[in-house]
């Protein structure tokens, strides 16, 4: 099944604990992006990745990190959580390069910062 | 650069009535215009999308759509709901070039459907 797979779904942490999330897409799509979503403001995308070894910074990146070392994996990385990154995090992926842009979304991950 | 404005934040229905949400963009370029649905728990699923052509697009779940340049409005309608619609719905807008994907979102609108 063609999927968008990421991981923790749930996850309670506290402040300046390093997390990763991971995501990972079975698709072969060159194109993947996080976007966090919090109440009354919508997904803002944090990060992207145009293919293996390319990304850059989306409208929020600060105090993200992320890599793409491999076409189906692209890991979220906080490296020093705080409270204002509470929120639900959404892995999505793209076939890229002249296709329409429709993204496909992984189930998300809820992230908790105390 | 895009933006899109969800008139509506939350839309209370009664079930098999009918249901417009109301979805306006801006842009300078033209634009691949897509609504996604989002069920409690769960990630955003693609609805319907207007690339070109005709501007009245169908999608999943008897949903359409009309793309109206002129008043840079893509409303979402539903000719008669069902109680399993109850969900969040996001219109998002996307450059039709350009290297970056990155589709941006409405704030989203709340569809309730009630017995």
């Known amino acids: 099944e063609a999927q968008v797979t990421q991981n923790p779904r749930y996850l309670i942490t506290v402040t300046g604990k390093k997390l990763t999330v991971t995501c990972s897409q079975n698709?072969?799509?060159?194109?993947m992006s996080w976007y966090r979503q919090d109440p009354g403001l919508g997904l803002r995308q944090i990060y992207y990745?145009?293919?293996?070894?390319?990304?850059d910074k989306g409208d929020v990146p600060e105090g993200y990190k992320v890599s793409r070392k491999e076409k189906r994996n692209f890991p979220l990385i906080l490296e020093s959580p705080s409270p204002n990154q509470t929120s639900l995090y959404f892995c999505?992926?793209?076939?890229?390069?002249?296709?329409?842009?429709?993204?496909?979304f992984g189930e998300g991950s809820r992230l908790t910062v105390l | 650069a895009q933006s899109v404005t969800q008139l509506d934040s939350q839309v209370p229905v009664f079930e098999e009535a009918p249901v417009e949400l109301r979805c306006n963009y801006s842009?300078?370029?033209?634009?691949?215009l897509f609504w996604y649905v989002q069920y409690p728990n769960q990630g955003l699923q693609l609805l319907l999308k207007?690339?070109?052509?005709?501007?009245l697009v169908k999608g999943i779940n008897g949903f359409e759509a009309e793309f109206n340049k002129s008043q840079t409005s893509f409303h979402l309608r539903e000719p008669s709901v069902h109680i399993s619609d109850t969900a969040e719905y996001f219109c998002?807008?996307?450059?039709?070039?350009?290297?970056?994907?990155?589709?941006?979102f409405g704030k989203g609108t709340l569809l309730t459907v009630n017995p």
């Open positions: 999505a992926s793209s076939p890229g390069t002249g296709h329409t842009g429709e993204l496909f």
């Open positions: 698709m072969n799509h060159e194109y």
């Open positions: 990745s145009m293919n293996v070894e390319v990304t």
């Open positions: 842009s300078s370029v033209s634009v691949y």
């Open positions: 207007y690339l070109s052509g005709s501007t």
């Open positions: 998002a807008v996307r450059g039709s070039g350009g290297s970056n994907y990155k589709l941006t």
